[in-house]
C-alpha cells in the first residue's frame, strides 16, 4: 500500500518498517520534541469498535500490605520509595498527556473531509510503539461513539491501515475469483461464477480414512446412494458447528472425487466474503493451492513471508502480526501435494516469522501450534485423505456433488434458452447411464458439450449409449472448436489435419505415460518429452487445464492437467489404440515387439486386450477399469467410424471382439470380486455384448432362478438389480436365494439398496464378517435392516454390532424379530446404542424370548446420553412388570429419546401398568406413542394410566389398550381423559375389551373354525359334525358351486381373519395348514394351491421330514431342530391382521415353540385354509 501523507511535524523519519525492521536508535533520536513514540499491531477491524476495559479488581487490604512491602526494594525506606513513585508518576502523567494531545491532534488532521483515505503518515518505529498508537485510535473511536459521534468514529475506521488493506484484499480476491473457466472457456470467454454456480450436496460426517477405489467406482456407487442421515451443509457455514456439537471447528476436511466441485466450492466461499455476503466476521481470507505451493518446495519462508509472497497487498500494509486476527486459510488439493507432510517428525514452530521449509509450515499451522486461531479449510480426494491424521481435523466432509434437482438447474443456468436447455434435461433423463455420469459437475460440462452438438448438428439423431461413444463424441467436437474457432476453418471442412492428429497422439502419449506412473498432475517437461508445443496445448485447453501465472511473483511454474482423470484415460486408451493400429506395437507388454503378419496381427490385437484385461484384473484398486472400457470400446467398427479421419486404419475384427467377450465371460466365473464383475459387464456393455445379462433377466422375468448359478450369473444378477431403482428401494434376498452364498454373492446389492430384507437367513461368522464390514463401509447406503427369523450366534452378532458401531454406518432401522439370540447377543447390542456414532432409530426386537434380564441389559444403552433411539417394540417377547420396572427408570432420563414404546402381547399385568405410569408423570417424558395391548390389565392399571396422563402435561399422543380388561370405571376415567383439554392424547384404543382378554399368552385370542362347505373338494370327507377333515379316494357327493375347488384338495373356512386370532389344529400325513385371500383361484391346478401362489401362506407339514413354508411359488424348509414334525402332530397359527404378521407354532404338552413369521401388510381379509395330501388328515381343535 502506497503511503498517503510524508513525514509529520516534530517526528523525526524513523528507521523501523511496520514489519519491526529494527536499526538501533540514537539518543538524540530519543530526546527529540513531540509525543513519546509508539507502534501500531494492526489488529483486526472486528476489535476496533470495542471499548477497553480499564477496571481494575481492587485488592483487599491484607493484600495490599504484603504487595507493598514486597515491592519496596530492600534497604530503602517506606518513605523514601512512596516519594521515588510520586515523582515517577508525575513524569508518566506528562508524558501520557503530551503523547494525548500529540495523536488527538493528528487524528483531528485525519478526520478532515481533504485528508487522504490512509491514516498512518509513516512507517512506525517500533511494534511497541504501533501497540500504543493502535490502542489510542480505538479509545477514540470508543470515546467518539459515546459522544454520539458514530459518522466521525466511522470514518476513523475507515482509515485505518488494516479496513484499507482489508478492502484492497477483498477487492484483489474479487478479480481472481468472480470468473471461471469451465473446458475450452479458458481459450475463450470467462464465466461469471455467480451467474453458473449451482449449490452443490455437501454432508457432515465420516472420517478421514482412505479410499483408493478408482473414482469412477465411487462415483456409481455415489449416485445410488440415498441422501445420507448426516447433516447437510451450505459451503458458507463450513465452520460453524451443528447444534449438540460441543467443539469449535478450527479444521475442515472436505473429500470428494476429481470434478465433483472441490475447487469451486472454495472459490465461491472466498467470493462470497469478498463480496461482502457472508462471513464478515473474518478479517482475511488466504486461499493457496498445493500446485502453487510445490513449486516452493525447496525454499524456505516464515508463515509471514508466505502470506506477503502470495498476497502483496498484505505486504505493502505492512501487516505481520496475524495473531489478532480472525482468519481462513484455505488449501485445496492435498491430493496434489509433492510436500513431505510428516506430522510425526516434523520440529514444532511457534513464531510465525521464523523461516522455514513450506511443508514445517503447514504442518505446524494444522497442528494448532501456528496461528492456533486461525480457520483452516482443506480440500481432497478421497485417496490422500490420510495424509493428515485425525487429531488433526476438528470436522469432515464430503461433497457428493449435483442431487437430481441440482443437475437440472445446472443445465438450466449453463443453456439460457429455455427449449434448449428442457430438451437437453430430458435427453439426459432418457439415458441411465449419462443420467449417472450427471452426478459429476464436469461430467455435466462435457455432457453438455456433447448433446449440444449433437442435437444441433444431427437432428433427432441416435445419442451416445457408451461412456465410449460419449468420449469419442467429446473428442471431435473439441476438433470441430479447434478447427472453426482457431484455424479458420468451416463447419463442413474435416475436423481432423494432421497438426490436430499429431496433437491428439502426443496428448495420448502424455495420458499414458502418466497414467502409467500415477500422475495427474504434470509439468512443461512432461509436455515436452511428449513433443507438446506449449502454445498449441493452450488454444486445445478443452483437453486440459492450464494453471496460468495470474500475479507477478505468484508462480514460477506452469502445472497441467486434464479435466478429468476419465478424459486421461480415455486419451491413454485411444493412444495404445492408434499406437497398435499404426504400428503393430502393444504398449501394455513388458517387451514391446511388432506384429508383421496379418495372421499374427490377429492374435496380437487379442493378446492386446487379453493382456489390458489382465492388467485391470491385478489392479487392487480399480485403477485400470475405465480405461479397459474404454480401450474394449474403441474396438467396434461403430465406434471406429465416428473417428474416421483420426483412425486410418481398421483394427479388429468382429471376430476378434467375440472371442474378447468369450475371454471376459470366462473371467466372470474366476471367482472375482464384486467390482471387477461388474467392471467387465460394463466392458461386455462397451463391446455391444448384453446376452449375459438378457439370459438373466429372462430368468428374472419367468421365475425360473437357478440355485446353481455360476459365479458370471451371479455377478450378471448384479449388474442388472444394481441398474434397478426399483430393486435398490427394497431388495428382498429370499426373492433370489436365502442361502449364505446368495447373500455374499448379492452383498454390492444390500450395499446399494435402501432397505434390505435378510429374513430367514442361516448366518455364519464369514457372511456376518463381510455383512458388517458392508454395514460400516463409506459406500453403503443401506437405511433399513430387516434380519428377521434369522440365526445369530453371538459370535456373528458380535461382528455385526462392530458394523453397527461404525461411523459410516447409516442404518436406520434394524429388525431382530424372532432372532432369539443370546444375552450376550443383547450386551453387545446396547454397548450398539451406547455408542456415539450409532445412528439407529428404530429397533424391532419383537416376538422374541428376551426375558427380563436382556431387558436389563438394553436399559443401560438406553440410558446412554449417546442413544438416538426413537421407536423400541418389545411386543410378545415374554417379558413381565419387572421389566417395566426398569423400562420407567429409563423413561426418567433427561436423555431419554425414545418416542414410540411397543410392549403389546407380554403378561405385564397392573403393576407392570403401575410402573410404566411412574416413567409417564416424570415431566421431561417424550414419548409420544405407547402399546400395552394384550398385556393382561384390568381396571386397576388403566385407572394408573389414566391419573399419570391426568397429572402430568405428557407429550403421549397415542394409547393403545385394546386386549385388555379396563372394566366400567377404567374405561369411564380413560374416555373422560379424550375430553379433557389438558390431556394430550388423542387416540385412544380400548375395544375390544373384556375379561377374556385376561387369559395367559396368545390362547386368549382363540377362535373357532367353521368350516365353508362350499369350498371343500370332493376328495375330501368331513366327518365327526365338520371337527376332522380326511383325504379318501372315494368322491363325495357335494352340490357344485363355483367356490368349490376342482382339482387341489383343499377347503377354506368362513372365518375372517381381521383383527388378532389363533388355532390349533392336529394333521396326519402330509398336509398344508394355510391362511389365504378369498379370491384365490379355484379351478385347475399349480398355482391354486396354498403357498404356491402370492395370495396364500401355509405351512406344510409331513411325517417325512421338517416342517417347511411355502408363499410364491417358494418352499423354504425349516432346519431348527425346534421345526422336527415328528415330535409333534399338533400346531397352532396366529394372525395379527393390523400388525402385518402371520405365526406358526409346533405346540408341545401345551407350551408353544416358533417355527416362523410371516411379516408383511394384508391387503384383503385373509381366511384359514387346509391343503390335503392322499391319505392325510386333520382334526380342528
Excluded at 448438428?457 to 470441430?480: C, S, W
Excluded at 415374554?878 to 407380554?906: A, G, K, T
Excluded at 405407547?930 to 386397576?940: A, F, R
Excluded at 387346509?1170 to 392325510?1176: A, D, E, K, T, Y
Aim: glycine residues 4%.
Amino acid at each position: 500500500m502506497d503511503q498517503c501523507e510524508g513525514r509529520e511535524e516534530g517526528v523525526p523519519p524513523s528507521k523501523t518498517t511496520l514489519c519491526g525492521e529494527h536499526e538501533s536508535q540514537t539518543k538524540a533520536q530519543s530526546n527529540q520534541p513531540g509525543p513519546p513514540t509508539s507502534s501500531v499491531s494492526l489488529q483486526s477491524d472486528r476489535s476496533i469498535g470495542n471499548p477497553i476495559n480499564f477496571t481494575v479488581q481492587p485488592l483487599s487490604a491484607a493484600e495490599r500490605v504484603d504487595q507493598e512491602s514486597s515491592e519496596v526494594p530492600s534497604g530503602q525506606s517506606s518513605q523514601q520509595h512512596q516519594t521515588d513513585l510520586d515523582s515517577i508518576f508525575m513524569l508518566l502523567e506528562d508524558n501520557i498527556i503530551s503523547f494525548v494531545k500529540y495523536e488527538l491532534k493528528k487524528l483531528q488532521k485525519v478526520l478532515s473531509p481533504d485528508y487522504p483515505e490512509c491514516l498512518e503518515s509513516k512507517r512506525e518505529d517500533d511494534e511497541q510503539r504501533r501497540s500504543s498508537r493502535e490502542a489510542f485510535v480505538k479509545i477514540t473511536m470508543d470515546f467518539l461513539r459515546r459522544m454520539k459521534q458514530e459518522e466521525l468514529a466511522d470514518r476513523l475506521q475507515r482509515k485505518h491501515p488494516s479496513a484499507v488493506c482489508h478492502r484492497k484484499h477483498k477487492s484483489t480476491l474479487k478479480k481472481k475469483f468472480q470468473c471461471v473457466f469451465e473446458g475450452i472457456a479458458k481459450a475463450g470467454n470467462p464465466n461469471i461464477l455467480n451467474h453458473i454456480y449451482t449449490e452443490l450436496y455437501i454432508t457432515e460426517g465420516g472420517t478421514a480414512e482412505v479410499n483408493d477405489e478408482h473414482e469412477v467406482r465411487q462415483i456409481e456407487t455415489a449416485s445410488k446412494k440415498p441422501a445420507r442421515p448426516k447433516t447437510t451443509i451450505r459451503q458458507e457455514d463450513i465452520f460453524k458447528a451443528s447444534p449438540g456439537r460441543n467443539k469449535s471447528i478450527r479444521r475442515v476436511l472436505t473429500k470428494g472425487v476429481a470434478g465433483i466441485g472441490k475447487t469451486v466450492l472454495t472459490q465461491k466461499y472466498t467470493l462470497d466474503w469478498a463480496e461482502d455476503k457472508a462471513n464478515q466476521d473474518i478479517q482475511f481470507v488466504f486461499p493457496f493451492t498445493f500446485r502453487e505451493l510445490n513449486v516452493l518446495k525447496e525454499e524456505k519462508f516464515s508463515l509471514v513471508e508466505l502470506v506477503h509472497h502470495f498476497f502483496i497487498e498484505i505486504k505493502e500494509a505492512g501487516i505481520c502480526s496475524f495473531e489478532d486476527f480472525q482468519i481462513v486459510f484455505i488449501f485445496d488439493g492435498l491430493d496434489e501435494c509433492r510436500l513431505p507432510l510428516d506430522f510425526s517428525k516434523t520440529t514444532i514452530l511457534t513464531d510465525p516469522r521464523k523461516s522455514t521449509s513450506v511443508d514445517v509450515l503447514l504442518i505446524n499451522l494444522i497442528r494448532g501450534k501456528l496461528l492456533p486461531s486461525a480457520h483452516l479449510w482443506i480440500t481432497t480426494r478421497p485417496a490422500a485423505a490420510n495424509q493428515i491424521p485425525s487429531e488433526c481435523v476438528d470436522m469432515v466432509t464430503d461433497v457428493r456433488g449435483f442431487t437430481d434437482p441440482q443437475k437440472e438447474e445446472y443445465f438450466r443456468k449453463r443453456f439460457r434458452d429455455e427449449e434448449q436447455a428442457t430438451r437437453i434435461i430430458s435427453c439426459i433423463k432418457a439415458s441411465q447411464s449419462l443420467h449417472i455420469m450427471c452426478h459429476i459437475p464436469v461430467f455435466c460440462w462435457i455432457t453438455a458439450t456433447v448433446l449440444e452438438d449433437v442435437l444441433k448438428t444431427r437432428e433427432g439423431g441416435q445419442l451416445p449409449k457408451t461412456l465410449t461413444e460419449m468420449y469419442i463424441h467429446f473428442l471431435v467436437v473439441q476438433a470441430k472448436v479447434k478447427k472453426v474457432k482457431y484455424d479458420g476453418g468451416a463447419e463442413t471442412d474435416p475436423h481432423w489435419s494432421p497438426e490436430s492428429r499429431k496433437m491428439i497422439e502426443s496428448l495420448g502419449k502424455l495420458a499414458f505415460d502418466q497414467l502409467q506412473k500415477g500422475n495427474l498432475i504434470f509439468y512443461e517437461s512432461d509436455l515436452t518429452d511428449c513433443d507438446i508445443d506449449i502454445r498449441a496445448a493452450s488454444v486445445n485447453s478443452g483437453m486440459f487445464t492450464q494453471i496460468f501465472k495470474e500475479e507477478k511473483g505468484l508462480y514460477q511454474d506452469k502445472v497441467y492437467c486434464f479435466i478429468h482423470l476419465s478424459v486421461q484415460e480415455f486419451l491413454a486408451a485411444l493412444y495404445v489404440h492408434l499406437t497398435f493400429i499404426n504400428s503393430g506395437l502393444n504398449l501394455l507388454e513388458e517387451q514391446q515387439t511388432t506384429s508383421q503378419k496379418s495372421e499374427t496381427k490377429e492374435l496380437a490385437v487379442k493378446y492386446l486386450y487379453q493382456s489390458a484385461l489382465n492388467k485391470a484384473l491385478q489392479s487392487a484398486n480399480g485403477h485400470l477399469d475405465l480405461f479397459l472400457r474404454f480401450l474394449l470400446g474403441l474396438s467396434l467398427q461403430t465406434n471406429k467410424t465416428l473417428l474416421r479421419g483420426l483412425l486410418t486404419q481398421t483394427g479388429s475384427s468382429s471376430q476378434t471382439n467375440q472371442e474378447t467377450v468369450q475371454y471376459i465371460k470366462k473371467k466372470l466365473n474366476e471367482n472375482l470380486s464384486a467390482e471387477k464383475s461388474i467392471n467387465l459387464l460394463h466392458c461386455l456393455n462397451e463391446l455391444n455384448d448384453c446376452s449375459l445379462v438378457e439370459e438373466i433377466q429372462q430368468s428374472l422375468r419367468s421365475g425360473s432362478l437357478s440355485k446353481y448359478w455360476s459365479p458370471a450369473e451371479w455377478s450378471a444378477l448384479v449388474f442388472i438389480l444394481l441398474s434397478s431403482e426399483k430393486d435398490l428401494d427394497v431388495f428382498d434376498l429370499k426373492k433370489y436365494s436365502a442361502s449364505e452364498e446368495a447373500l455374499l454373492r448379492l452383498l454390492p446389492v444390500v450395499k446399494a439398496s435402501n432397505k434390505a430384507l435378510l429374513c430367514g437367513c442361516n448366518f455364519s461368522k464369514r457372511s456376518c464378517k463381510a455383512l458388517s464390514q458392508a454395514l460400516g463401509s463409506q459406500s453403503c447406503s443401506l437405511r433399513e435392516l430387516d434380519l428377521s427369523n434369522s440365526k445369530l450366534q453371538d459370535s456373528c452378532f458380535k461382528l455385526l454390532s462392530a458394523g453397527l458401531r461404525r461411523t459410516e454406518c447409516m442404518l436406520q432401522t434394524l429388525s431382530l424379530s424372532l432372532c432369539n439370540v443370546s444375552e450376550r447377543s443383547y450386551e453387545a447390542l446396547s454397548s450398539v446404542l451406547n455408542s456415539h456414532s450409532c445412528s439407529l432409530r428404530e429397533l424391532n426386537l419383537s416376538n422374541s424370548d428376551l426375558q427380563d434380564s436382556a431387558v436389563k441389559l438394553l436399559s443401560g444403552g438406553l440410558k446412554s446420553p449417546q442413544c438416538t433411539l426413537e421407536t423400541l417394540r418389545l411386543s410378545h417377547c415374554n417379558i413381565s412388570e419387572r421389566s417395566c420396572e426398569v423400562l420407567s427408570s429409563v423413561l426418567s432420563y433427561q436423555s431419554f429419546s425414545l418416542r414410540v414404546l411397543d410392549l403389546s402381547n407380554n403378561d405385564l399385568k397392573d403393576s407392570g401398568a403401575k410402573h410404566v405410569s411412574l416413567g409417564l408423570k416424570i415431566p421431561h417424558c417424550t414419548l409420544k406413542t405407547l402399546s400395552m395391548s394384550g398385556c393382561l390389565i384390568t381396571e386397576e392399571g388403566c385407572t394408573s394410566l389414566a391419573l399419570a396422563l391426568s397429572s402430568n402435561p405428557s407429550h403421549l399422543r397415542a394409547l393403545e389398550l385394546s386386549y385388555n380388561h379396563p372394566g366400567p370405571s377404567g374405561m369411564k376415567l380413560l374416555l373422560a381423559g379424550l375430553k379433557d383439554p389438558g390431556w394430550t392424547p388423542d387416540t385412544l384404543r380400548v375395544e375390544p375389551a373384556g375379561v377374556r382378554w385376561l387369559r395367559p399368552g396368545l390362547r386368549k385370542y382363540s377362535c373357532q373354525l367353521t368350516i365353508d362347505t362350499n369350498t371343500v373338494h370332493t376328495n375330501l370327507k368331513l366327518p365327526d359334525n365338520n371337527r376332522k377333515v380326511t383325504w379318501i379316494m372315494e368322491i363325495q357327493s357335494y352340490p357344485d358351486h363355483p367356490d368349490r375347488f376342482d382339482i387341489c384338495p383343499q377347503l377354506l373356512c368362513k372365518n375372517d381373519l381381521t383383527g388378532r386370532c389363533y388355532w390349533e389344529v392336529e394333521w396326519r400325513g402330509d398336509v398344508y395348514v394355510s391362511v389365504s385371500y378369498r379370491r384365490i383361484r379355484r379351478k385347475g391346478g399349480g398355482d391354486c394351491v396354498f403357498g404356491w401362489n402370492d395370495q396364500s401362506w401355509s405351512l406344510y407339514c409331513t411325517d417325512d421330514g421338517p416342517y417347511s413354508i411355502c408363499y410364491n411359488n417358494r418352499k423354504t424348509p425349516l432346519s431348527s431342530s425346534s421345526s422336527s414334525s415328528s415330535v409333534s402332530n399338533r400346531v397352532a397359527v396366529y394372525v395379527d391382521y393390523p400388525a402385518g404378521t402371520l405365526s406358526f407354532y409346533r405346540v408341545s404338552s401345551d407350551t408353544l415353540i416358533h417355527l416362523h413369521t410371516f411379516n408383511t401388510t394384508f391387503t384383503e381379509t385373509l381366511y384359514p385354509g387346509l391343503g390335503f395330501w392322499p391319505g392325510s388328515s386333520v382334526t380342528l381343535h
